[in-house]
T-cell receptor
Framework: GAVVSQHPSWVICKSGTSVKIECRSLDFQATTMFWYRQFPKQSLMLMATSNEGSKATYEQGVEKDKFLINHASLTLSTLTVTSAHPEDSSFYIC????????????FGPGTRLTVL | QKEVEQNSGPLSVPEGAIASLNCTYSDRGSQSFFWYRQYSGKSPELIMFIYSNGDKEDGRFTAQLNKASQYVSLLIRDSQPSDSATYLCAVASYGNKLVFGAGTILRVKS
């Protein structure tokens, strides 16, 4: 199998607080993990690519100081939304790519963030 | 700019019919092609991937790839109401990130 988990599945926080989302590959080692954001009725938007042991690569327009990504091991990547604001409310989804490297990405179940 | 184009739909088919979903891509260097299914409020789920020209079958699903025409399609046989979802086409050059289409909404009516 290729199971990817995310935690938490949903979170509600106050404006100005930081939120950490974990993404884990449960039954395989992931060379690369990806973080996406999806607004209602819109397509997936890639935020950043995370490689184990190195700095994440952010897509154009994504603030790296606001969306902190850490890929500490071959099975864990974290996304921290710092000083969250209501406009950061969205569905955040991670995906993982197997090692050895292939193009196939397996998605986690997503985290729904609501910032009040 | 690498692009993946899909008809947004909705594509409506009666239960038991064949649903045909289409996708075109702009990058001739693309090597890997994927179809994901996404139910409302859920994350994408991998249905199939295809690397070579021709057809690839898996149960009720058949992926078709034509690299010369830069075209990939997904056929769903014996469509069921539970197949109603958004279908995302994704394309990658080896080792690169996936480029997703905007998705086609499929509605299977019983």
């Amino acid at each position: 199998g290729a199971v990817v988990s995310q935690h938490p599945s949903w979170v509600i926080c106050k404006s100005g607080t930081s939120v950490k989302i974990e993404c884990r590959s449960l039954d395989f080692q992931a060379t690369t993990m990806f973080w996406y954001r999806q607004f209602p009725k819109q397509s997936l938007m890639l935020m950043a690519t995370s490689n184990e042991g190195s700095k994440a690569t952010y897509e154009q327009g994504v603030e790296k100081d606001k969306f902190l990504i850490n890929h500490a091991s071959l099975t864990l990547s974290t996304l921290t939304v710092t000083s969250a604001h209501p406009e950061d409310s969205s569905f955040y989804i991670c995906s993982a790519r197997r090692r050895p490297s292939t193009d196939t990405q397996y998605f986690g179940p997503g985290t729904r963030l609501t910032v009040l | 700019q690498k692009e993946v184009e899909q008809n947004s739909g909705p594509l409506s088919v009666p239960e038991g019919a064949i649903a045909s979903l289409n996708c075109t891509y702009s990058d001739r260097g693309s090597q890997s092609f994927f179809w994901y299914r996404q139910y409302s409020g859920k994350s994408p789920e991998l249905i199939m991937f295809i690397y070579s020209n021709g057809d690839k079958e898996d149960g009720r699903f058949t992926a078709q790839l034509n690299k010369a025409s830069q075209y990939v399609s997904l056929l769903i046989r014996d469509s069921q109401p539970s197949d109603s979802a958004t279908y995302l086409c994704a394309v990658a050059s080896y080792g690169n990130k996936l480029v997703f289409g905007a998705g086609t909404i499929l509605r299977v009516k019983s």
